[in-house]
């Protein structure tokens, strides 16, 4: 699986990430939830509850508000994005494992193929080696008998003379 190494690979990969999609998306959060704030929850405040000071509480309100709302969201869009990147980025690390798992099992396959043959050759050059050898004692011991024949035949020759 990942080792402590990948892991902290994976996790700087994140952070990179993240930070890029928070810097990103932080006018755009700040952008939605104040637009959200203004168009769904000011008139709502106004009219439930301070109908007369329209002008006093609501921009207190917004101010103490929008800050925590948006912190809220950004820290969950950043979990969201962060969890989102190594998800992405452990589903693809375990693709590529199974891809190589699958080419090592070919060349494990391979170099067992390639043994055997190996040990064949060998086997089949230390047989031609014996036989080499085997030919070349012949070969002498037929030198060696056409030798003496020729000795003898010439003392015989002698003999008769």
């Given at each position: 699986?990942?080792?402590?190494?990948?892991?902290?690979a994976?996790?700087?990969?994140?952070?990179?990430?993240?930070?890029?999609?928070?810097?990103?998306?932080?006018?755009?959060?700040?952008?939605?939830?104040?637009?959200?704030?203004?168009?769904?929850?000011?008139?709502?405040?106004?009219?439930?509850?301070?109908?007369k000071?329209?002008?006093?509480?609501?921009?207190?309100?917004?101010?103490e508000?929008?800050?925590?709302?948006v912190?809220?969201?950004?820290?969950?869009?950043?979990k969201?994005?962060i969890?989102?990147?190594?998800?992405?980025?452990?589903?693809?690390?375990?693709?590529?494992?199974?891809?190589?798992e699958?080419?090592?099992?070919?060349?494990?396959?391979?170099l067992?193929?390639?043994?055997?043959?190996?040990?064949?050759?060998?086997n089949?050059?230390?047989?031609?080696t014996?036989?080499?050898?085997?030919?070349?004692?012949?070969?002498?011991r037929?030198?060696?008998?056409?030798?003496q024949?020729?000795?003898?035949n010439?003392?015989?020759?002698?003999?008769?003379?």
């Open positions: 699986m990942l080792d402590e190494r990948d892991l902290q994976v996790r700087e990969i994140a952070t990179e990430v993240t930070t890029d999609v928070v810097v990103k998306l932080v006018p755009d959060i700040v952008a939605k939830v104040t637009t959200d704030i203004i168009d769904k929850r000011v008139p709502k405040i106004i009219d439930e509850r301070v109908p000071i329209i002008d006093e509480r609501v921009p207190k309100i917004i101010d508000r929008v800050p925590g709302i912190t809220t969201i950004a820290n969950d869009l950043v969201k994005a969890h989102d990147s190594e998800v992405m980025l452990l589903d693809e690390m375990e693709r590529y494992d199974r891809k190589n699958r080419k090592f099992a070919e060349i494990q396959k391979d067992s193929e390639l043994k055997e043959l190996y040990r064949m050759i060998k089949e050059q230390d047989t031609i014996i036989l080499i050898r085997n030919l070349e004692d012949h070969e002498m037929i030198s060696r008998l056409e030798e024949s020729t000795q003898k010439e003392k015989i020759r002698r003999i008769k003379s």
